[in-house]
């Protein structure tokens, strides 16, 4: 097995260790002058740079030259399968318009399906992949990713072959999610109710079925819901995700972007895996999701695509001793970003988290909102080797700096990148 020793890190961000609650968020673990052991795909040894070199004298080196050595960043919430843009409604919003008229209107996500039903699979497959190695170059070594535009199983179920053949080819590895609860179906805008039974009765079972005969020894995807006013309320939120949970998915939520419907209250109850948006949730609800192991997912690029002020309330998640993670949201209509370095600049301008603390939510406390936690997000013995070499000597430039990309070399499963 061969084996590849990186040393000579400025700072080494090992955030070993469980996911971080409340305040304890920002434990980077760092080790100056710090080193790192790969053996195939798996880290082996953590340890200072002296120490390391002593123990493993014939070991292939990696010299990090002085700059941060890091986990790779995990993103876990993306809506990374698409077709064609929405430039038009950028513009009709600078024009005044909000996102639900634009949405009512029949723009929104509803055209995205459109043209992603209409799509031929190579299209859809360059322009996936395309967005896919963009965020891996910009440190992003595993993601979530969605379905949900195509409001069908034909084409849902397409979006998730697609999905499993790039996490197969690689480099960024993918989890996939089921959001065939995204909006209401266009054939079914008037009767909301047929399309939540359909989705209950007909659709997650079916999508059970289809996962073992294309997936078999993969977990079941995530089930997500997108619980808002002019998609699903919260009791046919609640209808949808009660059947996927007694078939035994694993589930998310959308909830309170743009009104407070009590879904963050819903996840906790349920035991979802992540509640993600959060920007209109209640004090009371933002305390009992924090009790819950249910994390909390901020997405800041959503509400900056849509120059609003109010972003999620990370610092009262903290406060009740939540676990909070950051991602980027990234979708055709209100946040195409491929980057979760410009997450970690956003993180900290507006949830006001420290960089320590964006860089703990964008890896390990990311990792556990998509049940990774024990493979990836932390740099330890027996983990996946997915790590990043900045081209700075400091951290906190991830946060400091903005609009560039300041990864030198990504490391996937022990296997080096350079950029």
């Known amino acids: 097995m061969s084996s590849l020793l990186i040393h000579n890190a400025s700072q080494l961000l090992t955030l070993a260790g469980t996911p971080q609650r409340g305040e304890?968020?920002?434990?980077?673990?760092?080790?100056?002058?710090?080193?790192?052991?790969?053996?195939?795909?798996?880290?082996?040894?953590?340890?200072?740079?002296?120490?390391?070199?002593?123990?493993?004298?014939?070991?292939?080196?990696?010299?990090?030259?002085?700059k941060v050595v890091m986990p790779g960043l995990v993103d876990p919430h993306t809506h990374l399968i698409w077709a064609g843009d929405r430039a038009t409604e950028f513009e009709m919003r600078l024009q005044g318009k909000t996102y639900m008229e634009i949405m009512s209107a029949g723009g929104g996500i509803i055209s995205t399906v459109q043209a992603t039903r209409a799509a031929k699979p190579a299209d859809l497959y360059a322009q996936t992949?395309?967005?896919?190695?963009?965020?891996?170059?910009?440190?992003?070594?595993?993601?979530e990713a969605k379905s949900?535009?195509?409001?069908?199983?034909?084409?849902?179920?397409?979006?998730?072959?697609?999905?499993?053949?790039?996490?197969?080819?690689?480099?960024?590895?993918?989890?996939?999610?089921?959001?065939?609860?995204?909006?209401?179906?266009?054939?079914?805008?008037?009767?909301?109710?047929?399309?939540?039974?359909?989705?209950?009765?007909?659709?997650?079972?079916?999508?059970?079925?289809?996962w073992r005969e294309h997936a078999s020894g993969r977990p079941l995807p995530f089930v997500d819901v997108f619980c808002e006013e002019g998609a699903f309320d919260l009791s046919k939120t609640q209808q949808i995700l009660t059947a996927a949970k007694a078939l035994g998915f694993p589930l998310k939520l959308h909830v309170d972007e743009f009104a407070d419907l009590g879904g963050a209250k819903l996840a906790?109850?349920?035991g979802a895996v992540s509640a993600d948006h959060l920007v209109m949730t209640s004090p009371v609800d933002i305390r009992i999701l924090a009790a819950s192991d249910t994390v909390a997912v901020a997405l800041p690029c959503t509400p900056f695509g849509l120059a609003q002020s109010q972003y999620t309330p990370a610092k009262e998640v903290l406060s009740a001793d939540g676990l909070l993670a950051i991602a980027s949201d990234i979708n055709p209509g209100t946040a195409w970003c491929e980057s979760m370095q410009f997450v970690i600049a956003l993180?900290?301008?507006?949830?006001?988290?420290?960089?320590?603390?964006?860089?703990?939510?964008?890896?390990?406390?990311?990792?556990?909102?998509?049940?990774?936690?024990?493979?990836?997000?932390?740099?330890?013995?027996?983990?996946?080797?997915?790590?990043?070499?900045?081209?700075?000597?400091?951290?906190?430039?991830?946060?400091?700096?903005?609009?560039?990309?300041?990864?030198?070399?990504?490391?996937?499963?022990?296997?080096?990148?350079?950029?």
């Not at 992949?129 to 993601?143: P, V, Y």
Request: contains cysteine; aromatic residues 6%.
């Open 268 to 270: 906790a109850e349920l």
């Open 129 to 143: 992949r395309a967005r896919a190695l963009t965020m891996f170059r910009n440190g992003t070594t595993s993601a």
């Open 347 to 419: 993180a900290c301008r507006y949830l006001k988290l420290t960089p320590a603390q964006a860089v703990a939510a964008a890896t390990i406390n990311a990792a556990a909102a998509i049940c990774r936690e024990h493979e990836i997000g932390s740099l330890e013995p027996g983990k996946q080797a997915d790590l990043l070499i900045l081209s700075v000597p400091d951290y906190r430039h991830l946060a400091y700096r903005f609009g560039g990309n300041l990864v030198e070399t990504v490391i996937k499963k022990g296997k080096s990148y350079k950029n």
């Open 148 to 210: 949900g535009y195509g409001l069908e199983l034909t084409s849902e179920f397409a979006q998730l072959e697609l999905l499993l053949k790039l996490n197969d080819e690689g480099p960024l590895e993918i989890s996939p999610t089921f959001l065939g609860a995204h909006a209401i179906a266009p054939e079914y805008q008037d009767r909301p109710d047929a399309y939540t039974k359909l989705l209950c009765h007909q659709m997650l079972p079916e999508l059970k079925n289809w």
């Open 24 to 66: 304890e968020l920002g434990r980077l673990g760092l080790i100056s002058d710090g080193a790192v052991l790969i053996e195939g795909e798996r880290i082996t040894a953590v340890s200072t740079t002296s120490d390391l070199l002593e123990r493993y004298p014939h070991a292939e080196r990696m010299d990090a030259g002085g």
